[in-house]
């Protein structure tokens, strides 16, 4: 393949399934005599060059050997714009028209792909914190306005009933006292309407306590969720680290908490007009009830007729019934 700058080797030693493993190793032989061993570059499927030692008459040996502590030192020959070390031998000199050889010490290497596995680690965590961003963007004032007015809508039935009960209350009172003023009246009222209009405002009260209680939640969870997803990078000195945590990055999921923190809390129901003496409704009085005895048993059957008797007046011969 050094007759052939494309880096097309068309050795007969290329197996056919290197484009589907292109990790796979070969041998050719080598300008210095024997045989050297290759490894393909692809691009698009199609190989491009191939890595193999440096040559170790070369200048590039003797510099690679002096960075990378007397280890071995690849070279990339075929295009150079496919070159996976990035610089070029300083023997060969390199170009984008499908010549040169390039050279990198493993080390070199190495810090090449440690780059290229943080770029993607940083790719990862950026999305992931924009997609936690978004998910969050549900919290909105419109949420947490609707969170009030469920709050009042189901307390206010509640505040109807304790009217009402307290209302009855006085008229009960008055009963029985026996006593009942339009004035007297008028200021039991008055009172409890004012009373009406305080517990309408703790009703007010208890929604903003809620909605900020749920607002407080989402903060928190947030955040949790924030320093979760920080602490999956940093740390990692080797390329197979750095890309373990961006798998951890994206397979982290969130779809659950979120879910949780959509459910409303319980609102719990508020007393009123406690200081008011409360009376229950009666049963509609317009309602049949089935006849029963004094022992409790059903009465059932026909019912016998009154008859109007009375004593017969002396004036004339009609008679009049004594009530």
């Known amino acids: 393949m050094s007759s052939d700058p494309s880096g097309s080797d068309n ?11 292109p990790s796979r190793h070969y041998t050719a032989p080598s300008l210095f005599g024997g045989e050297e061993v290759r490894t393909p570059v692809f691009n698009n499927g199609q190989q491009v060059g191939y890595t193999s030692d440096a040559n170790p008459l070369g200048l590039g040996y003797v510099l690679g050997a002096a960075l990378s502590g007397g280890k071995t030192s690849q070279t990339y020959t075929g ?25 990198v010490s493993p080390f070199a290497m190495q810090q090449a792909e440690l780059a290229a596995a943080r770029q993607r680690r940083a790719a990862a965590l950026g999305e992931k914190q924009s997609a936690l961003s978004n998910a969050f963007g549900a919290f ?35 009963k029985a006292k026996g ?19 305080a517990e309408m405002e703790r009703i007010g009260q208890g929604a903003s306590e809620y909605t900020q209680a749920k607002r407080d939640e989402v903060a928190k969870k947030q955040s949790a969720l924030g320093d979760q997803l920080a602490s999956m990078v940093g740390g990692a000195t080797t390329a197979a680290d750095v890309d373990a945590q ?3 990055i994206n397979a982290f999921d969130f779809s659950k908490d979120i879910e949780k ?22 049963s509609d ?15 059932t059957g026909s019912i016998t007729p009154v008859v109007n008797t009375g004593i017969s007046s002396p004036f004339d011969s009609r008679s009049i019934r004594v009530v």
């Open 179 to 197: 006593l009942l003023t339009q004035s007297e009246v008028d200021a039991a009222i008055s009172g409890l309407d004012t009373a009406k209009a």
């Open 11 to 21: 050795s007969n030693n290329i197996p056919d399934e290197l484009s589907y493993h």
């Open 285 to 299: 009085p317009s309602v049949n009830v089935a006849a029963q005895s004094v022992s409790g048993a059903p009465q």
């Open 246 to 248: 961006t798998e951890a």
């Open 261 to 282: 923190l959509r459910t409303p809390g319980s609102k719990g129901g508020l007393s009123f007009f406690q200081n008011f003496n409360q009376v229950a409704a009666q």
């Open 140 to 174: 909105n004032d419109d949420f947490y306005g609707d969170l009030g007015t469920s709050y009042k809508d189901f307390q206010n039935p509640l505040l109807t009933q304790g009217y009402d009960a307290s209302l009855r209350g006085i008229y009960d009172g008055f």
């Open 79 to 103: 295009d150079s714009r496919y070159n996976p070390f990035g610089t070029n031998d300083p023997n060969a000199g390199g170009n984008n028209d499908g010549g040169g050889q390039g050279f």
